[in-house]
Every structure is written in structure tokens, then in C-alpha cells.
């Protein structure tokens, strides 16, 4: 029995569940693991590579799974929130800073200092952490491991094996088991294994990112890119007419039809990895109005660069002649100029009374974008875009978006931030799929306010920062840009307050709509749904 003074009021034990022996041996398989890839990082000179690292990958992978059946299976089915606020870890306490501190000092390394990871420079053998990834990636592709197919194993093993903890802790809910499953199909093929199948197919092709939807895959539209899809055949164009029909047709329609969600929670690599590995921090995101406030610009700001950063790509290298390409600089931006007005035009038709004061802050970006790419064309700069060298704009947003934001604070930052800090406040794509969300989709989280306990479970649970409980205790239907469907507010819910839909856009924003019993027409609003 403990000797700890206990000054807390609660029935419930307020201290975090001890682990049993089982877990504990679980840990040291995984930490052995760990270790095994320590070493490589000090140089040690294994006589087996590819043996040493299969037994390393595998404890790592088994001690998640023995940990995770002996966490959840011994229990019964239902809610698991275990005295998530009383371990350190994962309630901004001093082990959950320090491993985001090691964290972010790796993701620093990887994109900034990969020579530390033995990354072999001008032709030079590989040593260290990467050497000891080369039997794997020579099998996959016949070409020695980079920082990036060693980021690509330990992401693809964390979604994996975490991803079967994730199904193990909701078993009881089918939505969230078919969800897992679809991220982990979607890391492991998608995103690991066809992109090295190609590279031995064919490596002159851009093959990094199969869907090439843009904002996401912010290359794809680079000189690079669009020349090394053009030189490659038929596939080459198909795949870059895939990347433009996903952006401007195929996101969109699936938007409408299913939210967010399908990409956000069943198809991004991103998004993978914060719902499996980083389930245990996803009460830690900030449910402050000041938040969501941040949130909001900020997200949309990142969308606006990613705007100009593309334009500014395309314009240095359109001609002037439509006699050397049929995409001339003055039918770009005209294009460009004439779908931000459609869109701006039809927000401003039909929603701007819905959206009240964001219509006047989408208008002022808005003419401010026309007017910049106005200057632009008349002013006849063809290097400088925007008043900056367009070669230096692509690689700000490179470094500051897609490494130290995406990367360094997205993921290193999970036990300080929550597990989605990149998909809530920086993703342009998040923004643009949140955008279409907002205006024009079918789904929406639908409300029982009369069942509503205010056991607040739901909002300790939204990895998105959003006050649930508000809206479940009204009976309003929570329809936010920022939500991914995850559906897990609705899986930790002991009442069934809380329903993921797909209805007609009648109805679906009811702000003004309060579910109350003594509400005189509460029968009429109930039949009219």
C-alpha cells in the first residue's frame, strides 16, 4: 500500500494505474530495441546488419503489442481515459517534456543535420543509424537508405504498431476500428512501400507522393516536378492530371459527401501518425477561445503563402509566347484571378450572412491577392515575384511550412501541443478541406442535448481543440471547419449524446436551435428534421 498523502476528495482513485509486470516487461523488449538503434547511432559495428535491425524493428513492435494487449484486454470493453491527467507524460509534466525535447532534437537532426544520422555525402558510405537501415532499403528498392527511408520505417512501424493499440483501446467501436485500419493500409502501401516499387520502376519520375494533391504536396507544381512528370510518358501525365483533378474535383466532391474526414482521418500520413501514436497526448490540445482564435488566422495565413508560393513558382517559368507553351504568363494569371474571384463571389452570394465578420476578413485577403498579382503582371518582373525572388519564396515556405512547422513542431511538439498542432494550425490542406467543410458538406456531428451528463469526456477528447460539451449541452450540431471526424468524442461518450452524419445540407447549422423540454415547439422542430 502507498505512503503517499493523498489530499484529493475524489471516490475514484486520483492516481495513475500502476503498470503490472507483464508491462514492464514490455517496456524493456521495446526499450532493448531502442537501444539496438542507440548503438548504430554511435557508430558500433554490427556483424549483421540487416539481423540487427529486423530484431530491433520487432522489439520495438512487439513491446507496443504485449504492453497494449495487457493494457486493454484485461478489461472490459467500453471508455478508457485510466488517469490520463495524473501521469506525467501526458499531462505537461516532466517526462512529457522531456521526450518532447528528444523529439524535436531529432526531427531537428533529421532535416537540418543528417550527417549525424551517418548519412554518406558526394557518394560516401553510409554509417551510424542509416547504415543500419541500408539492408532494408537495398531489398525495397536496390539503393542505400537516406534520412528519409529511416524517417519512413520508424513513421510506417509507429503507425502499425500504435495503430493496433488504438484498436485494441476502442474495440467497442467499429467506426474507429475501420478508421485505424484504413491509415495503417494507407501509410504501409501508399506511402512506404509503392513509392520504393516505383523508384525501381522508374527513377526519374517525382514518385515521393502518389495522391500529388496540392496544397499538401507543395511541389508538385515546381519546374522540377512538372518537367520530370511531362519526360516520363503517359504515366507521368496521367499522374499530374490526377494531382490537378484532386485538387480542383475529386477533394471537393468527396467533401461534400463525407467531410474532412475521408482524407483528415482515414487517408493521411499526418494524421496517421497523430491518432496512433499520439492518441495519449490528444487531450492536451488547448480548448481556449484565445486557441481557436490563433488557430483561424493562423492556419488560413499559411494557406494564403502556399497561394502565392505556388503562383510565384508558376509565373517564373510560363513564357510569354503561347507559340513555346499554350499556358502563357497573362492566361495564368487570369485563370488564377478569375477562379479566387468565382469562389470569393460565391461565398459572398450565399454565405456571407452565415459567416457575419470572416466574410469581411476573406474579402480584405482577397483583393489584397488580386491587387499583388495585378502589380505582378503589369509591373512585367519575371525573377522577382511579389517584390521577392520567386526561387527564394519556395524555399522559405520549404524551410518555415513544410520542415520546422510540419515536422519539427507538428510531431515533436505532441506531448506540449496535443497531437495535431500541424493539422489544426498550420495544414493548408486541413484549411482548404476545413474551408469546403464549413460552406457546403454533408457531414456533421448531430446532438442529444436532453442525454448530455456533462461528463465533459468529449471535449477532453477532441484532438482539435474543440469545446464538444458546449454544444452537446445545447442540442446543436457541431459543424467546424477545424473538425476531422475522427469520431472519437463520439466513442468515449457513455450516453450516445454524439452522432457522426451525412445528411442534406437542410438544418445542418442550427445555432439558434436549443432542445429543451419545456420548449413549446420543440415538436414541431423535432418533426420538421
Same mark, same amino acid.
Given at each position: 500500500m502507498s505512503n503517499k &498523502?493523498? %489530499?484529493?476528495?475524489s471516490l475514484a482513485k486520483p492516481d495513475a494505474l500502476d503498470i503490472s509486470t507483464k508491462q514492464k516487461v514490455a517496456l524493456a523488449i521495446g526499450f532493448i530495441g531502442l537501444f539496438i538503434m542507440a548503438l548504430a547511432l554511435l557508430n558500433t559495428n554490427f556483424p549483421n546488419e540487416g539481423l540487427f535491425l529486423t530484431l530491433s524493428l520487432g522489439m520495438i513492435s512487439l513491446g507496443v503489442i504485449i504492453y497494449s494487449r495487457e493494457a486493454y484486454l484485461t478489461k472490459l470493453e467500453g471508455i478508457k481515459n485510466d488517469g490520463v491527467w495524473f501521469k506525467s507524460i501526458s499531462s505537461h509534466g516532466a517526462w512529457g517534456y522531456v521526450l518532447g525535447v528528444v523529439l524535436t532534437t531529432f526531427y531537428i537532426v533529421l532535416y537540418f543535420f543528417p550527417q549525424y544520422l551517418g548519412l554518406g555525402k558526394d557518394g560516401a558510405e553510409n554509417t551510424g543509424l542509416v547504415h543500419l537501415f541500408d539492408p532494408l532499403s537495398k531489398l525495397l528498392s536496390g539503393?542505400? =537508405?537516406?534520412?528519409? @527511408?529511416?524517417?519512413? $520505417?520508424l513513421y510506417t512501424i509507429a503507425i502499425? =504498431?500504435?495503430?493496433?493499440? @488504438?484498436?485494441l483501446k476502442y474495440r467497442h467501436n467499429r467506426y474507429q476500428q475501420i478508421r485505424t485500419g484504413s491509415v495503417m493500409f494507407f501509410q504501409l502501401g501508399f506511402a512506404f512501400l509503392i513509392p520504393e516499387f516505383m523508384y525501381v520502376m522508374n527513377n526519374d519520375l517525382p514518385y515521393y507522393d502518389l495522391k500529388s494533391i496540392w496544397p499538401l504536396n507543395y511541389y508538385i507544381f515546381d519546374e522540377w516536378s512538372v518537367n520530370g512528370f511531362l519526360s %516520363?510518358?503517359?504515366?507521368?501525365? =496521367?499522374? &499530374?492530371? @490526377? !494531382?490537378?483533378?484532386? +485538387? @480542383?474535383?475529386? $477533394?471537393?466532391?468527396? +467533401?461534400?459527401?463525407?467531410?474532412?474526414?475521408w482524407y483528415c482521418s482515414w487517408v493521411c500520413g499526418c494524421g496517421g501518425l497523430a491518432e496512433t501514436a499520439g492518441d495519449s497526448f490528444r487531450q492536451l490540445s488547448s480548448k481556449k477561445m484565445s486557441a481557436w482564435k490563433l488557430e483561424r488566422w493562423l492556419i488560413h495565413t499559411v494557406l494564403v503563402f502556399s497561394v502565392v508560393m505556388t503562383v510565384a513558382m508558376v509565373y517564373t517559368?510560363? !513564357?510569354? /509566347?503561347?507559340? /513555346?507553351?499554350?499556358?502563357t504568363r497573362g492566361l495564368f494569371i487570369s485563370l488564377v484571378i478569375g477562379f479566387l474571384t468565382l469562389v470569393f463571389a460565391g461565398v459572398m452570394l450565399f454565405k456571407s450572412k452565415e459567416l457575419g465578420k470572416d466574410a469581411k476578413y476573406g474579402a480584405i485577403g482577397f483583393f489584397s491577392v488580386i491587387a499583388l498579382l495585378l502589380i505582378m503582371y503589369f509591373t512585367g +518582373? $519575371?525573377?522577382?515575384?511579389f517584390f521577392i525572388k520567386g526561387s527564394a519564396l519556395r524555399s522559405a515556405y520549404g524551410l518555415y511550412i513544410g520542415s520546422i512547422f510540419s515536422g519539427v513542431i507538428g510531431t515533436g511538439f505532441y506531448p506540449i501541443l496535443g497531437n495535431r498542432s500541424w493539422c489544426r494550425f498550420g495544414c493548408p490542406m486541413a484549411a482548404i478541406l476545413g474551408f469546403q467543410q464549413r460552406l457546403f458538406s454533408k457531414f456533421r456531428i448531430t446532438t442529444n442535448g436532453g442525454q448530455c451528463i456533462s461528463c465533459g469526456n468529449c471535449s477532453n477528447s477532441c484532438e482539435m481543440g474543440i469545446d464538444v460539451r458546449h454544444y452537446a449541452q445545447k442540442g446543436e450540431n457541431i459543424v467546424r471547419s477545424s473538425c476531422v471526424g475522427c469520431g472519437v468524442c463520439s466513442a468515449v461518450c457513455p450516453r450516445g449524446v454524439l452522432k457522426l452524419e451525412n445528411d442534406s445540407m437542410d438544418g445542418r447549422i442550427n445555432p439558434t436551435e436549443i432542445l429543451l423540454g419545456n420548449d413549446v415547439d420543440l415538436m414541431d422542430l423535432v418533426n420538421k428534421k
Open positions: &498523502i493523498n %489530499n484529493s476528495m539503393r542505400p =537508405a537516406s534520412q528519409w @527511408f529511416v524517417y519512413g $520505417t502499425l =504498431a500504435f495503430g493496433y493499440k @488504438f484498436i %516520363n510518358g503517359n504515366i507521368g501525365l =496521367a499522374l &499530374i492530371v @490526377f !494531382g490537378i483533378l484532386s +485538387t @480542383f474535383i475529386i $477533394t471537393p466532391i468527396l +467533401t461534400y459527401k463525407y467531410g474532412k474526414r517559368y510560363l !513564357g510569354y /509566347d503561347k507559340n /513555346d507553351f499554350w499556358l +518582373t $519575371t525573377e522577382h515575384v
